[in-house]
């Protein structure tokens, strides 16, 4: 009797769940899509105020990797441009304390703030 019990509490419980996917692949999610155009992705350059174009965020590129290259004991690693912030990875031979390195990462930021002022720029000090 017990397992006849369990026999039908287990074929209630599958014909259940078995119903319950019939359903959903009967009536399947809407996706809904929008056709772009390249006016729209001109229009979303102009408000970023990147009109200039792929070419003026790798100029922006190469002259801050002049403008690391120019400093003391500082080598650029990679430059990344992400919208309006720029990541600056730069290597140096020279062992910083916390506090030492927190001051030089200053200071290269407000250096090349001076030569990218459009960016919010993120320098990060690894040691080689």
């Known amino acids: 009797m017990a397992k006849q019990l369990i026999f039908l509490c ?8 078995t119903a319950q996917s019939r359903t959903r692949e009967a ?5 809904e899509t ?3 155009s390249t006016a729209d992705t ?8 990147n009109a200039g174009g792929a070419a003026a965020v790798n100029a922006d590129i190469e002259r801050v990797r002049e403008a690391v290259w120019k400093m003391d004991s500082a080598v650029p690693h990679s430059v990344y ?8 990875n730069v290597h ?9 390195r927190m001051k030089k990462a ?17 320098v990060r000090i690894d040691v080689k």
């Open 106 to 122: 200053a200071d290269i930021r407000s250096r090349l703030l001076k030569v990218a002022p459009r960016y919010d720029i993120h």
């Open 27 to 31: 009536a399947p999610d809407r996706i």
């Open 81 to 88: 441009v992400n919208g309006k912030d720029m990541w600056v």
């Open 34 to 36: 929008k056709p772009l």
């Open 10 to 17: 287990l074929m209630m419980v599958l014909s259940g769940c």
């Open 42 to 49: 001109q229009k979303a350059g102009q408000r970023n105020g």
């Open 92 to 100: 140096t031979e020279e062992q910083l304390n916390h506090r030492e």
